[in-house]
């Protein structure tokens, strides 16, 4: 008997999201390099420097006690030791939404995220297909496995300064993501990994048409590299997500976009940053 007969699709489906984000579980402590991240002050930035200089001298590593609460956890809000993925509850249903609305409704297509990290999202996108016994799609993990890319300045200006590439937790090599799956009991041949930077390798990306498209590539280029190579496969009626609203980059990239391509349909809100369209009509070929 299978999950659709038994009727527990919506129980995996439920453990498996509270799984990936750590959410059945306290907090334990967070890597200190996390209070770089968008906690913006230069004091506080300095003062973990000079803490992570200290601490590699001595060979030891510095950890933080997480102070966040159950909102910011849910919402993806804060960086954490464990989670598999860092989107947080409220993306992972969004994402749970639009792939059963696609299965439900014949959007033709693969699944697509460009920017994995740990793996989590993709993993749940597994985790969904197979609930829904769903044979016939795969599901993309697009990445470099190894961080995000210093900024092109010149060809996009808008990631000018940015500082995403110097992060090395945001870097996590494929034997990791490939792991994580295994973990799951989810990596088979329904999973396809595109390792290398976007623009190399989604415009030679193996897909024909995508149902779901997740863009959790933070900065401008990486946004706009995965939105030109792949919007045009975003079957009519599929779903576009953007995990990265809130930052400036990717908020304009997926603003001049749609602008540039008169994407009309509206960009709903999923929480604080994510946000997400369905592609009305013929494709923009
Ligand atoms: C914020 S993390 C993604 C979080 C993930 N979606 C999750 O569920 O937790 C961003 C990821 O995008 C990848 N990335 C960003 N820009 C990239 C690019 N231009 N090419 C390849 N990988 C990129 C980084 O390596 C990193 O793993």
Known sequence: MNLIQSGQVEAY???LKRTLA?????DPLLPVESAKYR???WLKRSFVKILEMVSNLGGFTLAIRAIASETDIDEGKVWR???DTMIGLRRLENIQSCVETALAENIPGDLIETGAW???AC??????????GETGRKVYVADSFAGLPPPDEEKHPADKGDQHHTLDFLAVDL???KNNFRRYGLLDDQVVFLKGWFEDTLPIAPIDALAVLRLDGDMYGSTMDALTALYPKLSPGGFCIVDDYALEGCRCAVDDFRKDHHITSPLQ?????GRFWRKEGASIH
């Open 22 to 26: 750590f959410a059945l579980w306290d």
């Open 81 to 83: 030791a464990y989670p």
């Open 175 to 177: 034997e990791t993501v």
């Open 39 to 41: 906690s913006a002050s």
């Open 118 to 120: 740990r793996g989590g």
């Open 123 to 132: 993993i749940f996108m597994r985790g969904i297909l197979l609930a829904h």
């Open 13 to 15: 489906l439920h453990l």
């Open 269 to 273: 809100t999923i929480d604080w940053t």
